[in-house]
């Protein structure tokens, strides 16, 4: 799912740079997947998304706007399904996602960080180009990550009410992540997480998706993420990749 694997570099970025009183800070990234998502239909998805984040004490406000590029529509860039009778290749403006986040424990002195997150998904996208349902979503979400030596392990746990375009009938799943990060030089760390999500359909399939990836700090504002997943569902891509850009100021 591309919004956990945004929060994915998020959160790392969180656990290795000074926690600061007040900070704005910009990403940019590229996410390529294909899959046929049991359909007998290639479909490949190129989603670019810029994020801005402001932190302010022990809120974390961030706003997602994404540009998408999809072959074959069948599935969204967050799993979600598409409605059908779209032209072979279709491109435009994402949805756009908002969230708020509380820091309840924020991992000082080898604690346990703890953050309660609240997003909501808006219908940017032109739902006629199967770019999104033409429906606002909602989800909630508890991040949790903690030191154990050089070992960051981290885990979300979380529930989405889908909005529902007209003939469906969308489930409201619980999804989860597990992982780990290591540092392996100075500015450099590698990990991997595993993604989980019930089905969306009753005719669909869980989300079951395993991500490799590699943080590397270029100084002290610049970080660049590379990533790459492998799905083992119907619901996930068959092989998917990226990277993501960030700035702070």
């Not at 309840?104 to 604690?111: E, R």
């Not at 033409?134 to 050089?150: E, H, I, L, N, R």
């Not at 100075?186 to 019930?198: H, I, K």
């Not at 619901?235 to 700035?247: F, N």
Request: charged content about 15%; proline content about 6%.
């Amino acid at each position: 799912m591309k919004s956990n694997r945004t929060l994915l570099a998020s959160l790392l970025a969180s656990l290795t740079l000074p926690a600061l009183a007040n900070t704005f800070s910009t990403s940019i990234g590229f996410d390529y997947s294909r899959g046929d998502y049991g359909t007998g239909t290639t479909s490949e998805t190129w989603y670019v998304p810029l994020v801005g984040k402001y932190e302010t004490g022990p809120m974390t406000y961030k706003l997602t706007v994404p540009w998408l590029r999809i072959t074959n529509p069948s599935v969204g860039p967050d799993g979600e399904p598409l409605p059908g009778g779209c032209g072979k290749m279709e491109s435009g403006l994402g949805d756009t996602v908002a969230s708020v986040g509380y820091a309840v424990l924020d991992g000082s002195q080898g604690g346990v960080a703890l953050d309660l997150i609240g997003k909501v998904k808006l219908p940017t996208a032109d739902a006629d180009k199967c770019l999104g349902t033409g429906k606002t979503d909602y989800s909630a979400q508890v991040d949790v990550a903690k030191a154990f030596g050089p070992v960051t392990g981290f885990a979300t746990l979380g529930w989405k009410k889908f909005g529902e375009p007209s003939g469906t009938n969308f489930d409201s799943p619980i999804f989860a992540s597990l992982g780990f990060s290591i540092p392996v030089a100075a500015l450099t760390a590698l990990g991997a997480s595993y993604d989980w999500r019930q089905k969306v359909v009753s005719s669909g399939d869980q989300i079951k998706e395993l991500t490799l990836f590699v943080t590397q700090k270029l100084n002290q504002n610049w970080k660049i993420q590379l990533y790459a997943v492998k799905g083992f569902s119907d619901a996930s891509p068959d092989a998917e990749g990226g990277l993501l850009l960030k700035h702070t100021f």
